[in-house]
């Protein structure tokens, strides 16, 4: 249920946490006509974002596939035709381990496909990760130059809220494939997440008699980081998260009571964190 209580985290974040915050940063009389007088910046940031993480984790995903593509026998390059029909897939067999033969190479369907699965998994992770960092150094920021009673309820408001991105962040990681390295890298991407929002008070408190919430340069700086943080999760969330979790065969071979219980976590998860944007 962690993963789906996760996905409604992300969509909520995005939309309800970054976004609006993109929108009021940019939009802040204070910064006048700096930005062009183009009320859209936001909405282009966020665009922005989404079709290069698109673009990125397509060129990733390919170049993944690509190596795992090898030549048997004569080395020669595969065409369709010279191509076998595949063997079928026998009862209680699971089609995705069917063997593929060519008249010159063959392509284990099994691992070809578990390897290029777990490689585009590993790189939405780390997108998903990158969109989580950017908003917690700006939320350790905000923390940092908070005073009196503000500071008590922001305090609450972000624990909360970071427990829950660190769920939804945490789901994605203990999926993932712990093989050669791969459990390295995962435990350095939750001491990254860890980290990251202590990093941003650092940065505060550094600059606290220096930092002018209020001046152009503050407000360009967070209404960008928002926006474009705000444009990673939304691709993230809904493409990698809602669209595939959901659509899995996995999650169509559940019973309807699981089901319903999966809708419900995502349901929950995206109103917890809206219930948070009151505060945070």
Not at 119 to 127: G, L, N, P
Not at 226 to 254: C, K, M, Q
């Amino acid at each position: 249920m962690g993963k789906f209580l996760g996905t409604g985290v992300i969509i909520s974040t995005a939309l309800i946490h970054m976004l609006p915050g993109g929108v009021g940063a940019l939009g802040n009389p204070c910064i006048g006509s700096r930005m062009g007088n183009y009320g859209a910046w936001p909405g282009v940031l966020a665009i922005m974002a989404i079709l290069v993480m698109h673009l990125m984790e397509f060129l990733l995903s390919n170049h993944a596939m690509g190596k795992h593509e090898h030549p048997h026998g004569h080395g020669e390059p595969h065409s369709e035709e010279s191509s076998e029909l595949a063997k079928p897939a026998t009862a209680g067999e699971d089609c995705d381990a069917v063997a593929v033969h060519t008249h010159h190479t063959h392509v284990h369907g099994l691992s070809f496909i578990d390897a290029r699965g777990a490689r585009a998994f590993h790189v939405s992770t780390y997108i998903l990760e990158l969109g989580i960092c950017l908003h917690s150094v700006i939320i350790g920021l905000t923390l940092s130059v908070a005073t009196g009673s503000e500071f008590t309820t922001l305090l609450v408001a972000i624990c909360f809220h970071q427990l829950c991105e660190g769920l939804a962040l945490g789901s994605r990681l203990a999926q993932m494939q712990h093989k050669n390295r791969a459990f390295l890298r995962a435990a350095i991407s939750a001491a990254v997440f860890m980290l990251i929002t202590p990093l941003g008070m650092v940065i505060g408190i550094g600059v606290r008699y220096s930092y002018q919430p209020s001046s152009p340069a503050a407000l360009i700086s967070i209404g960008v980081l928002d926006s474009l943080s705000a444009g990673i999760l939304l691709y993230t969330g809904l493409v990698n998260l809602l669209a595939e979790e959901f659509g899995t065969l996995e999650f169509r071979g559940y019973g309807v009571s699981k089901k319903a219980m999966c809708f419900a976590a995502t349901y929950i998860g995206a109103g917890i964190m809206a219930l948070i944007g009151k505060w945070a």
